[in-house]
């Protein structure tokens, strides 16, 4: 049987008593029905993962006894980066949530020329913490031991400036290399356009920075999907899938 994953954000040892409350202890308490003695597994987000059993319940609050620590590594050893146009509501968090399931390392949110989203500094602060929330969901979901980084949100052309990781692929519809063909290393960036795309200034921008354009087909999907299929077959051709 599957066992429960807890993301905690603090220091894990062997050893130490832990309290889980909030929404995760009520997730345990009331969705999954745990009882004391029952086993699940914690993790922080920075790798590995220790085995813990349920000590005592007090309402919606959890308390465990952290075990053994365990060495489980599921990251890519391809170092991957999404470079994702900010789309609205759903769409991103979506994206965000398939795109850690796929493994990768790092997600840059990009405003564009045709971004429909616009946020100030504090707004963008939220989105960020939001954000992290659903890659750390996602975590606990798949089995992932380290959260994939997520970048407060910039424009293409911050983006461009400060460089990425690893083989730098534009996607476009217009492209004529297919993204299986490209060439990559250790690790890829992929930019990914809002809805309706990156703006022409903006992709020739990203090619005057060594980006190549690439596309996947003689269709043009949707935002969301395209950063899901572009991810799974950069996995697939260069890293674990």
């Known amino acids: 049987m599957r066992l429960t994953r807890v993301f905690v954000d603090g220091d894990l040892q062997a050893g130490q008593k832990l309290t889980v409350d909030g929404g995760a202890g009520n997730h345990i308490v009331r969705v999954l029905r745990s009882r004391v003695g029952d086993r699940l597994t914690v993790f922080n987000g920075r790798g590995g993962e220790h ?96 959260v994939p980084v997520i970048d407060p949100p910039m424009t293409v052309y911050e983006l461009l400036e400060k460089g990425v990781t690893g083989a730098a692929l534009l996607l476009s519809p217009g492209a004529s290399l297919r993204i299986t063909d490209a060439q990559a290393g250790a690790g890829a960036t992929v930019l990914i356009g809002p809805e309706g795309g990156l703006a ?42």
């Open 51 to 146: 085995a813990a059993a349920i000590d005592e319940i007090r309402r919606d609050t959890v308390l465990l006894n952290v075990l053994e620590h365990r060495d489980t590594d599921r990251e890519s050893a391809f170092d991957l980066t999404l470079a994702q146009g900010i789309s609205r509501g759903e769409r991103m968090d979506w994206v965000v949530q398939k795109a850690t399931e796929l493994g990768v390392t790092r997600i840059a949110p990009v405003f564009t020329e045709r971004s429909v989203v616009h946020l100030d500094e504090k707004q963008a602060a939220k989105k960020v913490q939001h954000w992290r929330g659903i890659a750390v969901a996602a975590c606990e979901q798949c089995g992932r031991n380290v």
């Open 200 to 241: 022409q200034v903006e992709q020739d921008a990203a090619l005057r920075a060594g980006f190549t354009a690439v596309r996947m087909g003689p269709r043009v999907l949707r935002t969301e999907t395209a950063a899901v299929c572009a991810l799974t077959l950069l996995q697939q051709k260069f890293g674990d899938l």
